[in-house]
């Protein structure tokens, strides 16, 4: 029966217990007995000669060397043997962040050795010029042959006097002998790593930082599991309008003033207004977005050069999910009759009438789709559930998962600081444009690029992070019709409350869930809210 000598060496004891645990997983090839050594002493050059000795001496038909690093999978040995090679070796990774594939496929006039670049097509059998050692299968006959020109098989410092790496000079001596060296991409190997973890804050929002003692710190968003959950602007929603929503705030100016406005739309802030070119920007990167891309505002009819705006959305997106979301026509009902399809549009008029005639003059065919006769809920979006000193952090986190805008409504795209910016929420966009003159407000927004809101996840999860927490959407308090006289807000946002008119209106402070009185059953049910009953608190 043939013999595979598996050589491991330590100093001591292996780095970590798991170790052991996994060795004794490995299957034996079949017609092959395992025989195990270990090597113990403070060099890994010495400890490799010792069992290549060994196994010469034992008449073993292989060496498989197993670093005290590295866990092997059970049938990796099998896989290995199986491909009847002079040297392979499983695929592991350095410990040391950024973690780069020990995989070199060129040898330099300096003995080192260029790393190579692993891309999707690569896998199984790959030939190189070295790796490391951690798990590495070798025929006798290599190191009969290697010692017909060397003393030593294993040596240190031949790179560098004052380094111990053993790998590349033992990778060396093979391919001067006329070996071939492969590698199994699909035999993959883990490293076992020295890890410590560090809370870290980068611009406002709580990162977890990780450090290997390499080159590099990698820090990404602290995550909370169930926010997985919330949709971002890729993932189809629950709603008529094509499952999904797109806005596109061209303007903040609104010629109302509702109460607890999602747009902040109630309060005094500088007008801003997006140039054409922003738009024209805005409107291709989202040119393939699946559902409705709606002009919005503010009232976006009070742009200054709205005909402008109509033109390039009628030149990029087919008129199916051309929306518009306004309350009001504003003297444009021609050109928006030419340009946005009434089923997708969203018409408010607030109960003004005198907007009711204007649409059945101008744009007749939108009269089905005008709603607001009687006046509409709004619910307090600017009271922060991180306040709710009444709620726990898991009731808080549960009732982010059940947001209504993120579930029914819309991404977006805005200005912020004047630059554009996209978001996967409406109100995230407009949190962060109120909050845009405090300097040390993050940016949060995501550089608008052609296929932005096909970004995954963790792109967005700043954003949720940040201003989920900061939104009273979730509370679904019950708010004030859109001619109510209270303002509800919180202390996260109460630097940037001053009311645009406020005559007979009253600011209320909240920092208990408790004070917003009844929830509503669903708050983007604005219009129904304003006189449907209202469901009890749970």
């Known amino acids: 029966m043939k013999r595979i000598l598996v050589a491991i060496p330590t100093q001591e004891m292996a780095r970590a217990a798991a170790f052991y645990d996994w060795v004794g997983l490995i299957k034996v090839p079949e017609g092959y007995e395992l025989l195990h050594t270990r090597a113990h002493g403070q060099s890994p050059a010495r400890n490799r000669n010792i069992m290549i000795q060994q196994g010469i001496d034992l008449n073993c038909d292989y060496v498989f060397f197993i670093d005290d690093d590295c866990l092997i999978p059970p049938d990796t040995l099998v896989k290995l043997v199986n491909h009847n090679v002079d040297i392979v070796s499983g695929l592991y990774c350095m410990r040391n962040y950024p973690h780069k594939p020990i995989v070199f496929d060129e040898a330099l006039d300096d003995g080192t050795c260029r790393w190579t670049q692993l891309s999707g097509p690569d896998e199984g059998l790959k030939e190189i010029v070295a790796t490391g050692m951690g798990?590495?299968?070798?025929?006798?006959?290599?190191?009969?042959?290697?010692?017909?020109?060397?003393?030593?098989?294993?040596t240190l410092g031949e790179l560098e006097a004052d380094h111990w790496c053993d790998d590349l000079?033992?990778?060396?001596?093979?391919?001067?002998?006329?070996?071939?060296?492969?590698?199994?991409?699909?035999?993959?190997?883990?490293?076992?790593?020295?890890?410590?973890?560090?809370?870290?804050?980068?611009d406002g929002v709580w990162h977890i930082t990780y450090d290997t003692d390499g080159p590099q710190r990698h820090s990404?968003?602290?995550?909370?599991?169930?926010?997985?959950?919330?949709?971002?602007?890729?993932?189809?929603?629950?709603?008529?309008?094509?499952?999904?929503?797109?806005?596109?705030?061209?303007?903040?100016?609104?010629?109302?003033?509702?109460?607890?406005?999602?747009?902040g739309c109630n309060l005094k802030t500088h007008p801003h207004s997006m140039t054409l070119e922003q738009f024209e920007q805005a409107v291709i990167s989202v040119k393939d977005y699946y559902g409705v891309i709606g002009v919005y505002g503010g009232n976006p009819t009070l742009h200054h050069q709205f005909p402008q705006i109509c033109e390039?959305?009628?030149?990029?997106?087919?008129?199916?999910?051309?929306?518009?979301?306004?309350?009001?026509?504003?003297?444009?009902?021609?050109?928006c009759a030419e340009t946005f399809n009434p089923k997708y549009s969203n018409l408010n008029i607030h109960g003004e009438m005198n907007v009711?005639?204007?649409?059945?003059?101008?744009?007749?065919e939108a009269l089905f789709n005008v709603k607001g006769f009687d006046h509409s809920r709004h619910t307090p979006s600017w009271v922060a559930i991180k306040d709710m000193e009444d709620m726990t952090q898991n009731e808080r986190i549960k009732a982010i998962l059940d947001c209504d805008i993120n579930r029914y409504w819309s991404a977006f795209i805005g200005l912020y600081r004047g630059e554009l910016r996209a978001w996967f929420c409406e109100i995230a966009g407009a949190q962060a444009r109120l909050h845009e003159d405090d300097t040390d407000y993050p940016d949060?927004?995501?550089?608008?690029?052609?296929?932005?809101?096909?970004?995954?996840?963790?792109?967005?999860?700043?954003?949720?992070?940040?201003?989920?927490?900061?939104?009273?959407?979730?509370?679904?308090?019950?708010?004030?019709?859109?001619?109510?006289?209270?303002?509800?807000?919180?202390?996260?946002?109460?630097?940037?409350y001053k009311l645009k008119r406020?005559?007979?209106?009253?600011?209320?402070?909240?920092?208990?869930?408790?004070?917003l009185g009844a929830k509503l059953g669903r708050v983007t049910d604005y219009i129904e809210n304003g006189y449907l009953e209202l469901v009890g608190s749970k």
């Open 444 to 496: 949060t927004g995501l550089p608008v690029e052609p296929g932005w809101w096909k970004l995954p996840y963790d792109s967005f999860h700043n954003q949720m992070v940040k201003h989920c927490f900061e939104c009273g959407i979730p509370l679904r308090g019950q708010g004030e019709l859109d001619n109510g006289p209270i303002e509800y807000v919180s202390a996260t946002h109460l630097p940037i």
């Open 220 to 263: 990404f968003p602290l995550q909370y599991e169930q926010q997985a959950r919330l949709r971002i602007p890729s993932e189809k929603r629950d709603t008529t309008y094509l499952n999904g929503v797109m806005q596109i705030q061209i303007t903040n100016i609104c010629d109302l003033s509702c109460p607890n406005c999602s747009q």
């Open 356 to 364: 009711y005639e204007e649409f059945k003059r101008d744009w007749p």
């Open 312 to 335: 390039i959305l009628r030149k990029h997106i087919d008129y199916e999910r051309r929306g518009l979301f306004a309350n009001g026509l504003s003297g444009h009902g021609k050109v």
């Open 169 to 202: 000079s033992f990778f060396k001596r093979v391919r001067e002998a006329g070996f071939q060296i492969l590698i199994d991409l699909n035999c993959p190997v883990g490293h076992i790593a020295k890890l410590a973890i560090w809370p870290n804050k980068i």
């Open 502 to 515: 406020a005559d007979g209106k009253m600011i209320k402070v909240v920092n208990r869930r408790s004070q």
């Open 135 to 154: 798990c590495l299968l070798v025929k006798i006959d290599v190191f009969k042959k290697i010692q017909e020109k060397h003393k030593y098989w294993v």
